[in-house]
């Protein structure tokens, strides 16, 4: 089982960048899909998270109206599009896997992926 985490790099503050994580080695039909970051120096924090049929998601407060998850089933694929990136979106970005939305806004999953860096220049 591994997810795939991609995408992270080096922009400057305002600009964007979009992650994605693929899912292989199992299905996760019926899984939500989440991110979540950790700056250095700091705990992990919850990003986003969407639910199996994409109908449903939830977002961190200091990533509303910035950040959009959206996920591709066909392609066990869930993205992360990062818009008007700030300084403090610094941080290694990783997905998740597991059975509900209120698990993974609360921090635990059942799966985790590698993280990609992102850092943004202020």
């Known amino acids: 089982v591994q997810l795939q985490a991609c995408g992270g790099g080096l922009v400057q503050a305002g600009g964007s960048l979009r992650l994605s994580c693929t899912a292989s080695g199992r299905t996760f039909s019926g899984y939500a899909m989440g991110w979540f970051r950790q700056a250095p120096g700091k705990e992990r924090e919850f990003v986003a998270v969407i639910s199996w049929s994409g109908g449903a998601t939830r977002y961190a407060d200091s990533v509303k109206g910035r950040f959009t998850v959206s996920r591709d089933n066909a392609k066990n694929t869930v993205y992360l599009q990062m818009n008007s990136l700030k300084s403090e979106d610094t941080a290694v970005y990783y997905c998740?896997?597991?059975?509900?939305?209120?698990?993974?806004?609360?921090?635990?999953?059942?799966?985790w992926g590698q993280g990609t860096q992102v850092t943004v220049s202020s």
């Open positions: 998740a896997a597991d059975r509900t939305i209120a698990t993974i806004a609360t921090g635990r999953a059942d799966y």
